[in-house]
């Protein structure tokens, strides 16, 4: 049997300090780019293995943070979340986390992929996503203390854990506002039905705009599950009420997506403001909210760092604004 | 300091042999989900810890894969690696495999980040994305016998490695034989630069069917890079040119919605087909080639997990078939 490998071993082939060795694998962003790629080549090429292990012992951290992939639905939408990845995953490798990825297909079935994860890869916490009211997710990980953050709002109880989310009324709000200053009065929402978090709350700027400029938005008010169909069964609607919209305000781009295909089949135009800011957004030029994702992204990892670092300190919440992206449909 | 938890521990706690939390840790789909709830349960509150090392010294596996997450570009085309990487997460985890992301700027940077892996996390294999000429990503991890399959073909020689790809030259070409079949015999091509393995391929086909139909597709081929902008300015040029195009295929759905930009501008309709059926190809009705994106990552993981349990297995190679999607605008 060959010798075992060590980390003597792998300094010698290297050419550096055991210190060194240890740092490249514990804290490799303190040591020099070409240092640490020797090393690295070192312990590729010698086989040295069990590295996470000693790790683990030395540090009690197995330096893995775990985030939910969505399932693809209509796709749209869907880019939101793969935009707040891909920021997560770079703000995480800056400070020396890696992202691991799972599915699930609903709650219960996310729990118990929790258990799957942490029984078999050590976790040092979760970054979950979609929060929504009576979360059984968090609850289920507060109980067992395990470090979390969600990027989404406790919404029964705002100071609960540590999130990150975004402002969502302010967004609607200033997209209100954009098209009351326009001139229009009678704004329409094409939004969820009301009970979800998130959907209240893009509900709820929108309200918040027409009332202060005296409208009454009760009756400018739908709500239908997200889709390019939904949108635009709901705009048909609208638009046959007593008071047409001559604007609307959306919940989501696919939402606008559809006001904007039944628009075009009734020969009319009127503005329309999506909410996302997603690629079919900006490939057909509709005006939408945009979500600062590598923002948020990178919140939710200092936040989670924090927990790790002091478990005992308070929760934190971060609260970040939208931006109303204009373009030329609105 | 408290009693140290075992194996034995978990079991008396969990009320199952210490084989079945070993099988829990080691291969959790064979063992029934609510035993396997239970006995992750106990893992948890009992904060059973190094599984991982224990289990890697057991199997000599980490059950970890490591793929890169593309940064986001126009975020068109981008939903296809996203849509390929639920595909792997979901397939990997039904072998017991977990995915971990990395991101890289280029390949160089992309090998240090293979360093960095390898070091601290002991990977088990490599999930490598868009393939190039002389690819010096594959050429690294061979050299060191790191297990690794590509979604891409090693283009300059085929039987290198493992690999999974779509056949996109019989997807322009089905799309060119489509337009063909309608009529047209001036087909045009908005590709890329010719030198890219994709790009070259899916010029081969578009240029395959048009030969076919005894066309001559010399004066109807452009290249350009990747973009909606890049399409519109392409498509402006075809359009003057002796021999106008009557319809378009191109490489990408960015190019696509620069060619229906350009077209919209000048007041005329053209049939164009896109690949990759991105969503935004489908909320605007764009026929686009679509690749069987989950059936590529499912592959994937067969492939990697096939060189996992048979290091000297000879590498296998697949090849998929794309399919057209014919919308209302072509």
């Known amino acids: 049997m060959a010798e075992k490998v060590t980390i003597a071993t792998v300094a010698r082939h290297a050419r550096v300090s055991r210190q060194t060795v240890s740092n490249v694998i514990n804290a490799p962003h303190i040591v020099r780019p070409e240092t640490r790629q020797r090393v690295q080549d070192a312990i590729v090429t010698l086989g040295y293995r069990a590295n996470q292990a000693a790790r683990q012992m030395r540090t009690g951290r197995s330096r893995l943070i775990a985030v939910r992939i969505e399932p693809t639905r209509d796709g749209i939408n869907g880019s939101v979340l793969d935009r707040f990845l891909h920021g997560l995953t770079e703000t995480a ?58 990027f989404g709002r406790p919404w029964d109880h705002p100071q609960a854990h540590s999130w990150v989310d975004v402002d969502g009324a302010a967004g609607t709000a ?86 904007l295909q039944t628009l075009r089949g009734a020969g009319t135009t009127l503005p329309v403001i999506g909410f996302d800011d997603t690629p079919v ?20 990892v200092d936040l989670l760092t924090d ?12 609260l970040l604004r939208p931006a ?7």
């Open 307 to 318: 927990l790790l670092d002091g478990p005992h300190r308070d929760p934190r919440q971060v």
């Open 174 to 259: 200033e997209a209100t506002g954009h098209l009351i200053a326009a001139g229009h009065r009678h704004v329409g929402f094409l939004g969820w039905p009301a009970g979800s978090g998130v959907g209240d709350d893009r509900r709820a700027g929108w309200r918040r705009a027409l009332l202060g400029a005296g409208v009454d938005p009760d009756g400018l008010d739908t709500g239908t599950e997200d889709g390019i169909a939904e949108g635009a069964r709901t705009t048909r609607e609208l638009l046959g009420r007593a008071t047409p919209p001559t604007a609307l305000v959306c919940a989501s781009d696919s939402l606008a997506l559809g006001a």
């Open 93 to 150: 490798e800056a400070s020396g986390y890696r992202v691991m990825l799972y599915t699930a297909a609903d709650d219960e079935r996310e729990i118990t992929a929790y258990g799957d994860l942490l029984s078999t890869y050590d976790l040092d916490g979760f970054v979950i996503t979609g929060t929504d009211h009576g979360d059984p997710r968090t609850a289920w990980l507060a109980e067992r203390e395990i470090p979390f953050v969600t």
């Open 324 to 330: 109303l992206v204009l373009r030329h449909l609105a």
């Open 281 to 300: 957004a900006a490939a057909i030029g509709l005006s939408s909210v945009s979500q600062p994702l590598g923002d948020a992204a990178a919140r939710c």
